[in-house]
């Protein structure tokens, strides 16, 4: 029979209309039919990813944030000659001074001391040759003749060196306890938000993929737990354990892996019942293989968006708590601890509020970027959501 | 016909503008006429202060707070009151419920007679007799009500026979060395007292009076409490001023009280105080004008320094560092060297510096008035300048010399140390802050000082905590406030005696220095005084204690308020503002 015939015969022979063998050529049938290798490299999930990313400007400028205050994090510390509990009380709150921005009129290390006596402008004791820069607003208070003086108020306590960001009220150089916080506060993020991924990602695995009853208790020992507020909690682990890293980042984990856990669970539902997991079972994988080899692979995307999500509220729960006092104790610096002391002192010296505040927003808003970015480039399927 | 009309209508309503202008001169130049009239009445303006916590009682026998006792001041009547001198330079005592001087009855000052003046009036005028006197005494110290000032009677030189036992129940009123004849009590006292201790005594809110009727009302049927004072409604007035308005955490209003005996005295028509923690936004609404004082932080201070307008005001306690010396996990505190090491290690100059407070080497504070009948302070005398150690009590080589000896008997290389100081009170842990470095850098690393910021309340009971746990704490700031015209009263913390301590103290030689001196013959003002330093001298010795720095503080006062006095603040005043007139 020819191969005509049993392709007639394999379609439908009874339906098959009456055509001769003659009519039919067959094509190809002078060379062998292959696959052909791809051109151009194989483009996997995370290079597709990858290139996705690539793309999205403001994330990849968040990014570029991101590693620029990690690295000052890391090496800002040590970029100045003074160490970040390193106290000088002759030069407390010095305003910042930056020779180079100076010139165009920033950070000139220039401050107003208001109301001060007008008989005391000529005393060289109180204001060094050169020091006084401007006066302004003369007025009369009580019947004593009083003027706010503009110094150069390195040069009104004769110091010759500059602080980039000034001091605090003990003398210690802000710039460099400001990127100690920055480090301080990146730690504690980075570590909570990891316990956090792993033990929601191992809860919401064994919750989502056995299902049933285990699920059902596990999700209500969540509930449970987060309905512990967080101000208890951790004013609990200050009673118990002192103030330190250990009492802030547990306070962070102990409810904070829950919505990790919730995501992970829910991937698992999506995909434990595909075929591929259902071969692997036939098969007689173990269910951890299946569960951390088969199916978290494909949880991957959303785990890593929600966890870029994660950092910046770690950080700005840090700095909560550091806020109404319940933060790392003194000296260690953290944004949080820097922002609450320097919220004391706004009106007085806003340039120790005003840094740390530019960094902690531009974590914020670089880490959440960053994070929608990723997720954009990890499932297409939500940008723009 | 129409330019007529108008004309018309002009002149009728230029006619009608001048009546309305005449009458507003008139009643301007009635309301100029009519305003000396209310001055002499009512008052005149209104101060308008703030306060950083809510008011929490208008009961004399309940009150704990700084800002509360500032307010119940204003609107308690009292037996005795302090007022500006003649001339408005120094001060003298008034007597306002009291008819006249006290008499004193016995040679050594421990019976004494006062009567009570007739006519006096309630601000809501109703009559206040001396039974209302009576039963205001007597339920301070009522064993049921366990108020918390019921150790007025007790808990200071002038200690009336048995109110000790009547307030814990072992005693019966009758027996109370109180006694009511007519409009005259006699008071029998333990300890003598001259007549200024007597009515600087009845000076204080907890023995000054409630309203009777009202506060038998809100007795509940057990008699273990009283609503008196939780409301406008269940208190009245006696003191220059009466309470309006109160809206719990938010403000609290005192008009000038027409029935006051010296109300001619008073010029202000009333007192309005703000509830507001937050000392920025209190210096914002100064210098908005919106307040007529402002206590300046540290940082404000170092703002407004050369103000005309700032007042320096020297705080009544001596800030210091308990020293655990019961701890069994760190026996090295009951090792005298060590603390003694602390006390040498101390550099106080520069810890007043970063506080703006001002240096203390000493105990008993600057305000202690040590002769009444010459204003002689405490510290200004030769016995208390002779006990005070070189160099404002630093000297670290000597330090580290004690260190290391305590250290080498201890066989201890290094050591950690908890500091707890108080939570919110900035200059508090800048120099905890401070000290931790220094001390590091003194004792080459060997002394690790960790901080804890703790609330006040907290930390206070945390340092009484030591008779039940020997372990309570290590190292923790206190201050305690004493009676400025009484320097005996900075030493009765520290006697082994005196309950609720902050911190332990134990020297058989002290108690006996106390106990002597609380038992000198009044009048021997010098016996008192080498006493007195000789016991300051044992306490630094022992050094149980590191002290630091006694507190100052600064305030701004509006252009529009007059103090009484020259000064504008005095140990027996202090800001005297219900005494004080608005200009404006």
Same mark, same amino acid.
């Given at each position: 029979?020819?191969?005509?015939?049993?392709?007639?015969?394999?379609?439908?022979?009874?339906?098959?209309?009456?055509?001769?063998?003659?009519?039919?050529?067959?094509? &190809?049938?002078?060379?062998?039919?292959?696959?052909?290798?791809?051109?151009?490299?194989?483009?996997?999930?995370? =290079?597709?990813?990858?290139?996705?990313?690539?793309?999205?400007?403001?994330?990849?400028?968040?990014?570029?944030?991101?590693?620029?205050?990690?690295?000052?994090?890391?090496?800002?510390?040590?970029?100045?000659?003074?160490?970040?509990? &390193?106290?000088?009380?002759?030069?407390?709150?010095?305003?910042?001074?930056?020779?180079?921005?100076? =010139?165009? /009129?920033?950070?000139?290390?220039?401050?107003?001391?208001?109301?001060?006596?007008?008989?005391?402008?000529?005393?060289?004791?109180?204001?060094?040759?050169?020091?006084?820069?401007?006066?302004?607003?003369?007025?009369?208070?009580?019947? !004593?003749?009083?003027?706010?003086?503009?110094?150069?108020?390195?040069?009104?306590?004769?110091?010759? /060196?500059?602080?980039?960001?000034?001091?605090?009220?003990?003398?210690?150089?802000?710039?460099?306890?400001?990127? =100690?916080?920055?480090?301080?506060?990146?730690?504690?993020?980075?570590?909570?938000?990891?316990?956090?991924?792993?033990?929601?990602?191992?809860?919401?695995?064994?919750?989502?993929?056995?299902?049933?009853?285990?699920?059902?208790?596990?999700?209500?020992?969540?509930?449970?737990?987060?309905?512990?507020?967080?101000?208890?909690?951790?004013?609990?682990?200050?009673?118990?354990?002192?103030?330190?890293?250990?009492?802030?980042?547990?306070?962070?984990?102990?409810?904070?892996?829950?919505?990790?856990?919730?995501?992970?669970?829910?991937?698992?539902?999506?995909?434990?019942?595909?075929?591929?997991?259902?071969?692997? =079972?036939?098969?007689?994988?173990?269910?951890?293989?299946?569960?951390?080899?088969?199916?978290?692979?494909?949880?991957?995307?959303?785990?890593?968006?929600?966890?870029?999500?994660?950092?910046?509220?770690?950080?700005?729960?840090?700095?909560?708590?550091?806020?109404?006092?319940? /933060?790392? &104790?003194?000296?260690?610096?953290?944004?949080?601890?820097?922002?609450?002391?320097?919220?004391?002192?706004?009106?007085?010296?806003?340039?120790?509020?005003?840094?740390?505040?530019? !960094?902690?927003?531009?974590?914020?808003?670089?880490?959440?970027?960053?994070?929608?970015?990723?997720?954009?480039?990890?499932?297409?399927?939500?940008?723009?959501? | 016909?129409?330019?007529?009309?108008?004309?018309?209508?002009?002149?009728?309503?230029?006619?009608?503008?001048?009546?309305?202008?005449?009458?507003?001169?008139?009643?301007?130049?009635?309301?100029?006429?009519?305003?000396?009239?209310?001055?002499?009445?009512?008052?005149?303006?209104?101060?308008?202060?703030?306060?950083?916590?809510?008011?929490?009682?208008?009961?004399?026998?309940?009150?704990?707070?700084?800002?509360?006792?500032?307010?119940?001041?204003?609107?308690?009547?009292?037996?005795?009151?302090?007022?500006?001198?003649?001339?408005?330079?120094?001060?003298?005592?008034?007597?306002?419920?009291?008819?006249?001087?006290?008499?004193?009855?016995? +040679?050594?000052?421990?019976?004494?007679?006062?009567?009570?003046?007739?006519?006096?009036?309630?601000?809501?005028?109703?009559?206040?007799?001396?039974?209302?006197?009576?039963?205001?005494?007597?339920?301070?110290?009522?064993?049921?009500?366990?108020?918390?000032?019921?150790?007025?009677?007790?808990?200071?030189?002038?200690?009336?026979?048995?109110?000790?036992?009547?307030?814990?129940?072992?005693?019966?009123?009758?027996?109370?060395?109180?006694?009511?004849?007519?409009?005259?009590?006699?008071?029998?006292?333990?300890?003598?007292?001259?007549?200024?201790?007597?009515?600087?005594?009845?000076?204080? %809110?907890?023995?000054?009076?409630?309203?009777?009727?009202?506060?038998?009302?809100?007795?509940?049927?057990?008699?273990?409490?009283?609503?008196?004072?939780?409301?406008?409604? #269940?208190?009245?007035?006696?003191?220059?001023?009466?309470?309006?308005?109160?809206?719990?955490?938010?403000?609290?209003?005192?008009?000038?009280?027409?029935?006051?005996?010296?109300?001619?005295?008073?010029?202000?028509?009333?007192?309005?105080?703000?509830?507001?923690?937050?000392? @920025?936004?209190?210096?914002?609404?100064?210098?908005?004008?919106?307040? +007529?004082?402002?206590?300046?932080?540290?940082?404000?201070?170092?703002?407004?320094?050369?103000?005309?307008?700032?007042?320096?005001?020297?705080?009544?306690?001596?800030?210091?560092?308990?020293?655990?010396?019961?701890?069994?996990?760190?026996?090295?505190?009951? +090792?005298?060297?060590?603390?003694?090491?602390?006390?040498?290690?101390?550099?106080?100059?520069?810890?007043?510096?970063?506080?703006?407070?001002?240096?203390?080497?000493?105990?008993?504070?600057?305000?202690?008035?040590?002769?009444?009948?010459?204003? #002689?302070?405490?510290?200004?005398?030769?016995?208390?300048?002779?006990?005070?150690?070189?160099?404002?009590?630093?000297?670290?080589?000597?330090?580290?010399?004690?260190? +290391?000896?305590?250290?080498?008997?201890? @066989?201890?290389?290094?050591?950690?140390?908890?500091?707890?100081?108080?939570?919110?009170?900035?200059?508090?842990?800048?120099?905890?802050?401070?000290?931790?470095?220094?001390?590091?850098?003194?004792?080459?690393?060997?002394?690790?000082?960790?901080?804890?910021?703790?609330?006040?309340?907290?930390?206070?009971?945390?340092?009484?905590?030591?008779?039940?746990?020997?372990?309570?704490?290590?190292?923790?700031?206190?201050?305690?406030?004493?009676?400025?015209?009484?320097?005996?009263?900075? %030493?009765?913390?520290?006697?082994?005696?005196?309950?609720?301590?902050?911190?332990?103290?134990?020297?058989?030689?002290?108690?006996?220095?106390?106990?002597?001196?609380?038992?000198?013959?009044?009048?021997?003002?010098?016996?008192?005084?080498?006493?007195?330093?000789?016991?300051?001298?044992?306490?630094?010795?022992?050094?149980?204690?590191?002290?630091?720095?006694?507190?100052?503080?600064?305030?701004?006062?509006?252009?529009?308020?007059?103090?009484?006095?020259?000064?504008?603040?005095?140990?027996?005043?202090?800001?005297?503002?219900?005494?004080?007139?608005?200009?404006?």
């Amino acid at each position: 029979m020819s191969d005509l015939t049993t392709l007639r015969t394999i379609l439908d022979p009874t339906e098959a209309p009456d055509l001769p063998d003659e009519s039919f050529e067959l094509t &190809q049938s002078d060379r062998t039919l292959t696959d052909v290798d791809f051109k151009t490299p194989a483009v996997g999930y995370f =290079r597709d990813a990858l290139q996705r990313f690539s793309q999205n400007k403001a994330s990849v400028t968040a990014f570029v944030i991101i590693c620029a205050i990690v690295f000052m994090a890391i090496f800002g510390p040590g970029m100045t000659p003074y160490g970040f509990n &390193q106290q000088n009380v002759d030069l407390r709150n010095m305003p910042p001074r930056i020779p180079a921005l100076a =010139r165009i /009129g920033i950070a000139t290390g220039h401050r107003t001391l208001e109301r001060r006596r007008v008989e005391f402008l000529e005393d060289t004791e109180r204001y060094p040759m050169g020091s006084i820069i401007e006066l302004r607003n003369p007025t009369v208070i009580s019947g !004593v003749e009083v003027v706010d003086v503009v110094v150069d108020y390195y040069a009104y306590l004769g110091v010759t /060196g500059s602080f980039w960001f000034g001091t605090d009220y003990l003398g210690r150089d802000y710039w460099t306890r400001l990127w =100690r916080g920055a480090r301080v506060s990146l730690v504690i993020a980075f570590v909570s938000v990891a316990t956090n991924l792993i033990i929601g990602v191992i809860y919401g695995a064994v919750s989502g993929y056995y299902g049933g009853t285990v699920d059902m208790v596990l999700m209500r020992i969540c509930e449970v737990i987060e309905a512990f507020p967080r101000v208890v909690v951790v004013t609990l682990f200050i009673l118990f354990f002192g103030t330190g890293l250990f009492s802030i980042i547990m306070s962070l984990i102990i409810s904070g892996w829950i919505t990790t856990a919730r995501l992970v669970r829910a991937q698992f539902y999506r995909f434990k019942l595909r075929e591929f997991v259902l071969a692997a =079972r036939t098969m007689g994988v173990r269910d951890s293989v299946i569960m951390f080899r088969h199916v978290f692979p494909n949880s991957v995307g959303p785990i890593i968006t929600r966890t870029m999500f994660a950092v910046p509220l770690a950080i700005f729960t840090e700095s909560f708590l550091a806020y109404i006092g319940l /933060g790392l &104790q003194a000296p260690e610096p953290t944004i949080g601890v820097l922002l609450s002391d320097a919220q004391r002192v706004l009106l007085n010296y806003p340039y120790q509020s005003l840094f740390p505040a530019v !960094v902690i927003s531009a974590l914020m808003i670089s880490f959440n970027l960053f994070a929608n970015g990723l997720r954009d480039a990890l499932d297409p399927t939500m940008r723009g959501v | 016909m129409r330019t007529i009309r108008n004309s018309a209508w002009r002149r009728c309503a230029a006619l009608m503008m001048g009546l309305l202008v005449s009458g507003m001169l008139y009643a301007a130049g009635g309301q100029q006429a009519a305003r000396p009239a209310a001055t002499a009445e009512s008052g005149y303006g209104t101060l308008r202060l703030t306060a950083g916590r809510p008011l929490e009682t208008l009961n004399p026998h309940q009150q704990a707070a700084t800002a509360t006792a500032d307010f119940l001041r204003l609107i308690q009547g009292k037996l005795y009151r302090f007022a500006p001198g003649p001339g408005g330079t120094g001060y003298q005592i008034l007597p306002e419920i009291a008819a006249g001087e006290p008499v004193q009855v016995d +040679d050594e000052g421990r019976v004494w007679q006062i009567q009570i003046r007739d006519g006096l009036q309630w601000s809501n005028g109703e009559p206040l007799t001396a039974e209302d006197v009576l039963y205001s005494w007597r339920m301070v110290m009522d064993p049921l009500l366990l108020n918390h000032r019921a150790n007025a009677f007790h808990g200071s030189q002038v200690q009336v026979v048995n109110a000790l036992a009547y307030a814990t129940g072992d005693a019966a009123w009758d027996d109370v060395g109180i006694r009511l004849d007519g409009n005259t009590f006699e008071l029998r006292l333990i300890l003598p007292v001259t007549n200024f201790m007597l009515k600087n005594f009845l000076t204080g %809110l907890p023995v000054s009076v409630v309203y009777p009727p009202l506060y038998e009302a809100g007795m509940n049927a057990d008699r273990t409490q009283t609503n008196y004072g939780t409301s406008i409604d #269940t208190m009245v007035s006696s003191g220059p001023f009466m309470v309006t308005n109160w809206i719990q955490g938010a403000e609290y209003t005192a008009m000038k009280n027409p029935y006051y005996l010296y109300a001619d005295r008073v010029s202000l028509a009333g007192v309005h105080t703000r509830v507001i923690s937050e000392s @920025g936004t209190v210096m914002q609404l100064f210098e908005n004008g919106e307040i +007529d004082f402002v206590e300046l932080s540290s940082a404000d201070f170092q703002r407004f320094r050369e103000d005309p307008r700032v007042i320096e005001v020297p705080g009544r306690s001596v800030q210091r560092i308990v020293i655990n010396l019961l701890s069994t996990e760190k026996p090295i505190l009951q +090792d005298v060297r060590f603390r003694q090491a602390l006390f040498w290690a101390t550099d106080r100059a520069t810890s007043a510096r970063i506080s703006a407070t001002i240096a203390a080497n000493y105990i008993i504070p600057t305000t202690h008035v040590m002769d009444v009948t010459d204003g #002689t302070l405490y510290r200004n005398t030769p016995e208390a300048r002779a006990i005070l150690t070189p160099n404002l009590g630093y000297d670290p080589q000597r330090a580290k010399e004690l260190f +290391d000896a305590a250290m080498a008997d201890a @066989g201890l290389d290094r050591i950690s140390l908890q500091l707890a100081y108080h939570e919110g009170v900035e200059e508090r842990r800048a120099v905890s802050e401070y000290l931790q470095e220094q001390w590091r850098e003194i004792f080459g690393g060997r002394l690790q000082i960790t901080l804890q910021a703790v609330p006040s309340s907290q930390l206070a009971a945390t340092l009484r905590a030591y008779p039940n746990d020997d372990n309570a704490f290590e190292l923790g700031w206190t201050g305690t406030g004493h009676n400025d015209f009484d320097p005996v009263s900075a %030493l009765a913390h520290y006697y082994s005696g005196t309950p609720r301590r902050k911190g332990p103290y134990f020297s058989d030689e002290y108690d006996e220095l106390y106990r002597t001196v609380l038992q000198m013959p009044i009048d021997d003002t010098q016996g008192r005084l080498e006493l007195i330093a000789r016991a300051e001298e044992v306490m630094l010795r022992d050094a149980s204690f590191v002290p630091v720095n006694q507190g100052l503080s600064f305030g701004l006062v509006s252009d529009r308020v007059r103090f009484a006095t020259t000064d504008g603040w005095s140990i027996a005043l202090g800001y005297g503002w219900k005494w004080a007139a608005i200009v404006d």
